[in-house]
């Protein structure tokens, strides 16, 4: 992600340029983590750091959000970004484990992030273990590490991690993908992609869709051609004109 990261401070200056990664990019994506794959990761933030350029406030129910932008869990998704970005609270690691590791992950921190897949590797619930009334046994993996035991997880992949002589992020890599059953993407393909698109739904230069991302003042488009943050752009547009 460092490509990304030297477009912010390219375009924004060294210090105003990194605080923006951080926040609007590793910090939002983030927030908006949960139960989305990387595109609808994207949009969402993305949606975000538009609606809190603008000073607009961020809609918590997923009715009130444009199409493309939503997921499984849309509505908790803009909820955080709502607390942790636009309200300032930040991301910490006692309250936002996972978050907090995804983050820094992005911003070049070594170390896995336990998600929901990774747990899948894990032993299962042991109350799913307990017969139904039918006597059927249906394990059930964690979602996510139970109490405060995120920091337990953790070490057991990355002690695996170097075991085999790699940082915990390659390790769960190799493993996330296994457990997935399918091939990912790098995240700055997915971030090339969604300006390459942009790029020709608009009939823009990439640079300037690229120079509209960083400063979250422009619409990014997904791969459906509907855009982030068009609709605020149109209704402001109508009452501009009456």
């Not at 978050?99 to 990774?118: C, K, L, V, W």
């Not at 006597?135 to 997880?153: E, H, L, M, R, T």
């Amino acid at each position: 992600m460092k490509q990304l990261f030297d477009r912010y401070v390219q375009e924004l200056g060294p210090q105003q340029g990194a605080d923006a990664f951080r926040n609007q990019f590793a910090n939002g994506m983030a927030a908006t983590t949960g139960g989305a794959d990387p595109t609808a990761n994207l949009l969402m933030s993305h949606y975000g750091n538009f609606l809190n350029q603008a000073g607009t406030p961020i809609p918590t129910n997923a009715y009130n959000m444009p199409h493309p932008v939503g997921g499984r869990y849309a509505s908790g998704n803009m909820g955080m970004y709502d607390r942790a970005i636009a309200q300032g609270g930040g991301l910490s690691a006692a309250a936002q484990p996972k978050r907090f590791n995804f983050a820094g992950n992005f911003m070049g921190h070594p170390g896995s992030t336990i998600d929901e897949q990774m747990m899948s590797a894990f032993p299962p619930d042991p109350k799913s273990l307990v017969p139904n009334a039918k006597g059927v046994v249906n394990p059930k993996p964690f979602n996510a590490p139970p109490g405060d035991s995120y920091g337990i997880a953790q070490g057991v992949v990355d002690d695996l991690a170097a075991q085999r002589g790699l940082p915990g992020q390659q390790y769960q890599d190799v493993v996330w993908r296994g457990l997935k059953g399918g091939e990912g993407k790098p995240m700055i393909q997915i971030v090339n992609e969604m300006i390459e698109r942009t790029s020709r739904i608009l009939n823009l230069p990439k640079e300037d869709v690229l120079r509209g991302f960083i400063r979250a003042n422009m619409p990014m488009f997904s791969v459906g051609g509907a855009g982030v943050g068009l609709s605020q752009i149109m209704d402001q547009s109508d009452q501009s004109q009456q």
